[in-house]
DNA sequence: TCGATTACCGAATACCGATCGGGATTGACA
DNA sequence: TGTCAATCCCGATCGGTATTCGGTAATCGA
């Protein structure tokens, strides 16, 4: 054995990638940019990485995996299951599209464009979606657990999430709104609860919340 | 006044291009080659057309009006509220997503690389979601038509229909499903049919087109 | 210390969308 | 019908991109 890959090498990339993604986008990120970021030559990013896309999977990867881990945090904190469906979908449809200056459109950039023998893995859509599925089955009653607690509910979510994310490149000020999140909530739930209750719950936690944190975002 | 731009020669413009993009897409398919086909320098495009966006938009836009249309006429043709809906999101996230190819897909490439002073242009989107409502109001019950008839709720399946574009891109083999879009038929409709009474509906509609058409699909 | 392996770099490659200046063609007008 | 100016059209080129290549030097096992 001669030389080996430093671990370090390969974090100043992705932490200079990501820095530059999320401030000018994937496609206006070049190569050189990257490298000089990272202090090094553009030639040597191919010595760690199979292309430029490849980067962008090594960032976007454990970045929504930890993303969606910390909203079942936030949501296993919740104990009204209104509240957990609200917080579910506003984290899916506003809070992450919005989040490093919408950086999830940056993988919307890649995998529209990446090629079928680039062999995309699905495996990251599948996990994500496992984990959403069983926040919703934990979010809704019993009697629609069947209903709404595989995979095929939880897909569409997803999908609406594609959607937001390229919609919140295309109008940074128009994000989902909670009206929107309100009403899906309604249809989730069957018997939609009634408007004065839901004001109510709304103040219940927004009051909580405050005791908690001491903060919204 | 001298010469003046011909018609036909913008038609063949956008009948390469678009034989083209449905063919390769839009990031694979480069202007020499839509010159060529169109029978002309790559230079000369430009005098039509701003941009090679400008060649996908001039092509999209009506084409998805037209797809919508149509949409509207099959509709209107069908008495039974759930079959209505069921067509509705048949059409929008399952058919439309594999026209062409996957033509649709070919959007997503150029909006989710749209810088934003390129000027992105709400106007279609607006008018789509518009004609999606109009045809949500008229296939629920009455009783539901202020909660869904509105532009949130369409909004939401337009927002999923662009994920169920780049899912098909991804993964040709794995279309929307008909449980999928089952399931989603009884969340709007609020009670959902019995299963027995869905079967059968599902009977009544296969003999009707047949009746009528011939042809499903 | 030696030798082979390989991370690393500068320069080059291949290709793209878009532009520029000149020549060819057209249409209005006299 | 002849003239002229407007402008369609093309060849060549520009600026910029991701990626690769050949050589160099750092590193690790022996």
Redesign the pocket.
Known sequence: ??????PE?EQAILRSAFELFSRQGYAA????QIAKGA??????I???FR???AVLYAIYDPWLRGRIARLEERIGAIDEPRERLRTLLTALWRELPRERNGFANNVMQAVSTATPEEGYNPGLLAWVEERVAAMVRDAVPPARRRMLGDARFSHVLMMAFDGFVINHHLQPGAPCSAATIDLVCDLILGAPARPAARAAARKTRARRARRLTGSGQ
């Open positions: 054995m001669a030389q080996v890959k430093k090498v990120t070049t190569l050189p202090g090094m030559s553009p030639a040597n191919y010595i760690y292309s430029k896309l």
